[in-house]
């Protein structure tokens, strides 16, 4: 595990269990601690203890300067810049270290720098192969091992609390955001295409979807050990780095469609085209957490008034002043209708039977999923790719004729 790794592992799990002790869970807070250290105890790999001293340390200034971030105790919004940022901060700071990795292997050098192991969750088809391997073969890939924990990790979030993984984790929404505002700044018109062109688009990223699994299930089980020991599986990291560094022209007209529909409608590229979105709206359909509008308390039913503020409010064009629950695949949690919403207690993220879940109830599961696994799969050896660098160099130098 790098040291970008590692500090912000440590960065989001001390502070999700920082957020457990300040909203009582001390126990909770105690396990989290505790797990933690043992992970340390067991591997006595030194950065560990060194992100877990960091990121107490960040903490505490945070406590100095800011006590209602640090506590959570601040509307979503706030606490969803937060973090969005601070892993937006750290991915573009891995993707630095791969390419400077990857540089170095090119040149027959061999790299000082280590190859960041979180990079391979941009490789969902090896970890949808893998995860194929691990269920009905029994085999646990170590050339990519990091590619199906994040898999599975994003699965959970989606599974527990809808696509909060985009909307409060995604450095790609975050990037599409940013697009959208420069946009405006520009061109002050909103372009949202009417009902009947939006629904077809919404399906395109669907499609997407269906293809890359239909590449995974199609694949024979008994082929998969040929494919995960080839070749082509070693270098599937760089060969997708490739096919961003050097584009072809369709690649390129893709790339500039893509940067047109973030640009052109907010969350554009989220809502029509991922297909990691496309995944998470089908699996968020399971989630016990919805945002849920309480009739007794809106103002629209308790006092008769006209109020759409929290509609207003979503990126995602859901009417939530219209509905008692939120069921649609395009809601990424994000709250902010709840943020935007003048009447405490009429809007709430919680489950059919009354759990709710605040910001800060929120921050400390998507925290605690999105890195509570990849400690433990570093823990149990399922994390480091264990091909050697001198393969790798090899393989770099012959990447081009280097086929499935
Ligand atoms: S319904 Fe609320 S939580 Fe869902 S996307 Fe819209 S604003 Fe965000
Ligand atoms: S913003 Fe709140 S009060 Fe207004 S319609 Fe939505 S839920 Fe009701």
Known sequence: MTIVETLTLML?????????????????????????????????????LIGLILASITLFILKKRQPELAQAEV????LRELIQH????????????????????????????????????????????????????????QTHPAAA?????????????????????????????????LRKRVIKQEFAPPAWLDWPLRMVKYLILAGLLFIILTM????????????????????????FVTPGLITLACFGFILFLAAWRRQGFCRYICPYGGLLGIVSFASPFKI????????????????DKCTRACPANIKVHDQGVIRSDECQACMRCVSACPKKEALHFSTRNGIKLSARGLTIMLLSLLFMLPLLAYVCGFWVSETPTDIRMYLIQHLNSIGH
């Open 12 to 48: 989001a799990l001390v502070y999700s269990t920082s957020l457990l002790y300040w909203s009582g869970k001390k126990w909770g807070a105690a396990i989290s601690a505790g797990l933690l250290c043992a992970a340390f105890a067991i591997t006595l790999y030194w950065p560990l």
């Open 75 to 78: 509307r979503a919004n706030p």
């Open 86 to 141: 601070t892993l937006a901060l750290s991915m573009l700071l891995v993707g630095i270290q791969f390419a400077a990795n990857s540089a170095m292997l090119y040149m027959g050098k061999t790299p000082w720098l280590m190859r960041p192991d979180v990079g391979d969750a941009f490789l969902p088809i090896a970890g949808g192969i893998e995860l194929k391997a691990i269920i009905s073969l029994g085999i646990w890939d």
């Open 149 to 181: 924990v994040m898999l599975t990790v994003v699965l959970l979030t989606g599974l527990l609390c809808k696509r909060a993984f985009c909307g409060w984790a995604c450095p790609l929404g975050l990037a599409g955001e940013y697009l959208y505002k």
């Open 220 to 243: 024979p089980s008994a082929a998969i050990p040929h494919y995960l020991s080839g070749n082509y599986h070693k270098i599937a990291d760089l060969k997708m780095a490739l096919f």
């Open 292 to 307: 849920r509008r309480s009739s007794k308390h809106c103002l629209i039913e308790s006092k008769g008034m006209n109020c």
